[in-house]
């Protein structure tokens, strides 16, 4: 089979731990005889240094005529003054919304052979295996209005949280779809206590429900939720947050699993069902980490294991989605680690290498 990628390196480690995930990619290739033509271009920091554009029209286009994108990182401390006008998490989510990049799919599943590498009892996050469902393209971050002013008492700013009963509802019913496949358990995570907006995300959850009795549906205080994540992991199966609660609170999750560079994500234009291959955009959930760049630091596990999402989802290949993170596991299980997940007794390797070992396991 053919599959066209939109490959967008981006800032700081961005550009090296693409690499390996190209080279993953192209083991799989190799084994089970596909063909990936590969598109390069620019989003953030570098693109903004070269097109004055945090993304292009050109890019976008790029992406739009792909059977999905592969992102590596935005964002650095050369593009961080509050005060200029275009900033390179503008590529980010411009990507997103011009994509119609809905559903943000973030799994949480912790290693066995990593249960002693977090700052957390073993015990408590033995059988982690849940995962997010963060709304991507409304909220806060798309806030309308949006804007800072002056005023006779001093600088003002706005950002509005706004959702439409048609944006809760298609990402709610992801959750649901999801679940069905999983352990049957749905929590929608809101703040109905306070917001008005989380008030109808509430009603609309309950309401869609209704046409998954199959499955168990609880409601959770985002900041409660935050609690129970440390407390008692296990107990999630399924989470569908709003973007801004889901943000933080999967950044917060990745601890469960040792570090940040573990946890992939799928960004989806469509609902997430068997036999139909949906579009969308892959990338782990680290940032840019400019200091790590150029020092083959980085773990590229996360974007690898995004390439295993996009095999899944995008291209309908779960038996090859399934080799990437079986190689994974095997590499994890002979001891290898990067800087991040290493423990005593291991062995320690750069993002090169990490990639090696894994695209040679896929290989076979």
């Not at 119609?100 to 957390?120: I, W, Y």
Request: a neutral charge; aromatic letters at 6%; hydrophobic letters at 40%.
């Amino acid at each position: 089979m053919q599959f066209e990628l939109a490959v967008l390196p981006g800032d700081g480690v961005g550009p090296e731990v693409t690499t390996e995930a190209i080279k993953v990619l192209q083991a799989v290739s190799k084994r089970f005889n596909h063909r990936f033509n590969l598109h390069y271009g620019l989003v953030g920091g570098v693109a903004i240094d070269q097109e004055g554009t945090a993304l292009s029209p050109d890019t976008l286009k790029m992406c739009r005529d792909s059977d999905a994108v592969l992102l590596g990182a935005v964002g650095g401390p050369k593009w961080d003054d509050p005060q200029a006008k275009v900033h390179p998490e503008d590529g980010l989510l411009a990507l997103r919304k011009g994509l119609g990049l809905f559903a943000n799919l973030r799994p949480v599943k912790v290693s066995p052979v990593l249960v002693d590498s977090t700052n957390l009892k073993p015990e408590v996050i033995r059988g982690v295996d849940f995962i997010f469902v963060r709304e991507l393209t409304g909220g806060l971050y798309f806030a309308r209005p949006k804007r800072r002013w002056q005023t006779s008492r001093g600088r003002r700013a706005t950002d509005s949280m706004t959702y439409s009963e048609q944006e809760i509802e298609r990402i709610v019913r992801v959750g649901f779809e999801l679940a069905r496949g999983r352990r049957k358990k749905l929590t929608s995570v809101d703040k109905a206590n306070v917001l008005e907006s989380s008030r109808l995300w509430r009603q609309v959850a309950m309401e869609v429900a209704r046409k998954y009795p199959d499955v168990e549906l609880d409601h959770m205080l985002v900041d409660a939720c935050a609690m129970r994540l440390i407390q008692n992991p296990t107990y999630f199966d399924v989470l569908v947050t709003e973007n801004m609660f889901g943000d933080i609170l999967t950044d917060e999750a990745s601890m469960l699993a040792g570090s940040m560079g573990m946890l992939p994500s799928a960004s989806l234009a469509g609902v997430p069902q068997e036999g139909i291959n949906i579009f969308g955009m892959y990338e782990p959930i680290h940032g840019s980490a400019p200091r790590r760049a150029g020092l083959d630091m980085a773990n590229p596990i996360a974007i690898i294991l995004s390439i295993a999402m996009m095999l899944r989802y995008s291209f309908g290949l779960a038996k090859e989605a399934k080799t990437v993170e079986a190689a994974v596991d095997e590499v994890l299980s002979q001891s290898y680690r990067t800087y991040d997940i290493m423990g005593d007794g291991k062995t320690k390797v750069g993002t090169k290498q990490m990639g090696d070992l894994i695209a040679e396991k896929v290989e076979g």
